[in-house]
């Protein structure tokens, strides 16, 4: 069974970094790439970032390039977001999720990231 | 990467059929079969329902089903029953990258 399990949301102020992260299991890390979606209070789902299988090749969306780095590390199966310069429209819920091959075909559980001072 | 475009609310009655739209460019819905659609209870996770356009992972009900026209994707729910109450979202890869686009979400009320 696939499984994604997220940590690392909280309370962060403006200008502020914090770092989520995902742990995988139940299925070949190395196989798939990963991807962290987000949903902002009354929005909409938004996708963020996706690191493709290798780790090689990662993008990003215009809301969020140069300040978010999506990462991961094959030796403990997690994948991270490295989020910097934080403002207040990236409060949200972020989800972690499984890239199938163009859709996502497993998410974890969500965490609340809340930029406020 | 503008959102692609949903109606904000749909409803219907249970037993009956729905149809939500979900309309792109040609550089994501119309460009390509990579339209996958997505049920989201608030404080859940969001459940993959349909990929490639029209295709079903294994577990979702039949009663889900999807289809494509130029830049238009839509998502068909029959026999709609009170749990089909929720958000649901389109989403497009932007090609043969690990791009995506979603749409704004549409809240589908069973009456």
């Known amino acids: 069974e696939v499984q994604l399990l997220q940590s690392g949301g909280g309370l962060v102020q403006p200008g502020g970094s914090l770092r989520l992260s995902c742990a995988a299991s139940?299925?070949?890390?190395?196989?798939?790439?990963m991807c962290w979606v987000r949903q902002a209070p009354g929005k909409g789902l938004e996708w963020v970032s996706a690191?493709?299988?290798?780790?090689?090749?990662?993008n990003y969306a215009d809301s969020v390039k140069g300040r978010f780095t999506i990462s991961r590390d094959t030796s403990t199966n997690t994948v991270y977001l490295q989020m910097n310069s934080v403002r207040a429209d990236d409060t949200a819920v972020y989800y972690c999720?499984?890239?199938?091959?163009?859709?996502?075909?497993?998410w974890g559980q969500g965490t609340l990231v809340t930029a406020s001072s | 990467q503008s959102a692609l475009t949903q109606p904000a609310s749909v409803s219907g009655s249970p037993g009956q059929s729905i149809t939500i739209s979900c309309t792109g460019s040609?550089?994501?819905?119309?460009?390509?079969?990579?339209v996958s659609w997505y049920q989201h209870h608030p404080g859940k996770a969001p459940n993959l329902l349909i990929y490639?356009?029209?295709k079903r992972p294994s577990g979702v009900s039949s009663r889900f089903s999807g289809s494509k026209s130029g830049n238009t994707a839509s998502l068909s729910i029959s026999s709609l029953q009170a749990e089909d109450a929720a958000d649901y979202y389109c989403?497009?890869?932007?090609?043969?990258?690990?791009?995506?686009?979603f749409g704004g979400g549409t809240s589908l009320t069973v009456l």
């Open positions: 999720a499984k890239s199938g091959w163009k859709d996502f075909d497993s």
């Open positions: 139940g299925f070949t890390f190395t196989n798939y790439a």
């Open positions: 690191i493709s299988a290798s780790g090689e090749y990662t």
């Open positions: 040609s550089s994501d819905v119309g460009g390509y079969n990579y």
């Open positions: 490639d356009v029209s």
């Open positions: 989403c497009s890869s932007m090609g043969n990258t690990n791009v995506w686009v």
